[in-house]
């Protein structure tokens, strides 16, 4: 069965950086693009960042451009989260998320077409 598994996550000072990984399993992992999508305390999910299947096109929200990187490793089946730069407002439980298009290359930032979803892991950004 797909399973996403969450790493990295933890307390930062403003300004700070840490990097989350994801280890994802049954699935063919270099077919599908993935993402990551945060949840603040208290407020609806938002799409942070997505990077298609063979790892050479990326796209974020306006809110994490030039301080987010993400990436893939198609031979470990691995997605991370490169966050530097880290402010306050990027406090949030943070998910890996599987896109449910195969070799898809259409938009990464719609929800509604991630099928399968980590547990996630909890960044807190202190000021």
């Known amino acids: 069965q797909v399973q996403l598994v969450e790493s990295g996550g933890g307390l930062a000072q403003f300004g700070g950086s840490l990097r989350l990984s994801c280890a994802a399993s049954?699935?063919?992992?270099?077919?599908?693009?993935m993402s990551w999508a945060r949840q603040p305390l208290g407020k609806g999910l938002e799409w942070v960042a997505g990077?298609?299947?063979?790892?050479?096109?990326?796209d974020y929200t306006d809110s994490v451009k030039g301080r987010f990187t993400i990436s893939r490793d198609n031979a470990k089946n691995t997605v991370t989260l490169q966050m530097n730069n880290l402010k306050p407002e990027d406090s949030a439980l943070y998910y890996c998320a599987k896109d449910g298009r195969y070799e898809s290359s259409g938009d990464l930032g719609v929800l509604k077409w991630y099928d399968f979803w980590g547990r996630g892991t909890q960044v807190s950004v202190s000021s």
């Open positions: 049954g699935f063919a992992f270099d077919k599908y693009a």
């Open positions: 990077i298609y299947s063979d790892g050479r096109t990326m």
